[in-house]
């Protein structure tokens, strides 16, 4: 696994906010998946470097997990893969591209040996996805899931109790010692957030 941090802005419901994005590379010395191309395709592909691109995937279509996708797909001519929930919101920005193939639950993706399964965990976006990698004890949670709680529920597309069924019924559920890898910010671990899951029920967050 490899990690870079890209800055940007993210752009929803009128309002745009400063945003640095954690990008992740998994793969080998020979090729890579792309998880969440934020913001700046130049520095991503230095860091692909000459390794074949498997495929980009987006966790969700928020602006700034997807805004670099597109030029990054051209330039290494890798498939742009995002769940069929979130075409409306990709459109957004990417009105004249469409995605080159959608994500499935339990959908695997393999990548120099290691398998991805596809988790489908709606709420902050409704086709918000989850990458989970056993071999690695690693899942890419997006903005689904990040070190202290859930992603946001306040703006357009989202909803408080369908995050939370996802965290629970899908994040949770996996081993303990599973590190979560966010799109923005520090990575915690599933047995460190699911003490918190009635927390965050009672008070809506």
Request: charged content about 20%; glycine content about 10%.
């Amino acid at each position: 696994m490899e990690h870079l941090v890209t800055s940007g802005t993210f752009s929803l419901d009128g309002g745009t906010w400063e945003v640095d994005n954690n990008v992740w590379l998994v793969g080998d010395a020979d090729e890579v998946v792309v998880i969440d191309a934020a913001h700046e395709a130049e520095k991503i592909a230095a860091a692909v470097g000459a390794r074949r691109v498997v495929a980009v995937v987006c966790t969700h279509a928020h602006n700034d997990h997807i805004n670099a996708a597109p030029a990054l797909a051209d330039r290494t001519g890798a498939p742009v893969l995002l769940h069929l929930d979130d075409r409306l919101l990709w459109q957004q920005t990417n009105p004249d591209r469409a995605p080159d193939g959608y994500l499935a639950h339990n959908q695997r993706l393999t990548v120099a040996g290691t398998e991805l399964t596809v988790l489908h965990t709606p709420g902050h976006a409704p086709g918000a996805i989850s990458l989970y990698a056993p071999e690695l004890a690693t899942v890419f949670t997006g903005d689904t899931l990040f070190d202290g709680g859930p992603g946001a529920t306040g703006r357009s597309f989202s909803d408080f109790p369908t995050i939370i069924r996802s965290i629970r019924d899908q994040l949770l559920t996996l081993p303990p010692e599973t590190v979560v890898r966010p799109g923005h910010g520090a990575s915690t671990t599933v047995g460190a957030e699911s003490a918190d899951l009635q927390k965050w029920i009672d008070r809506g967050y």
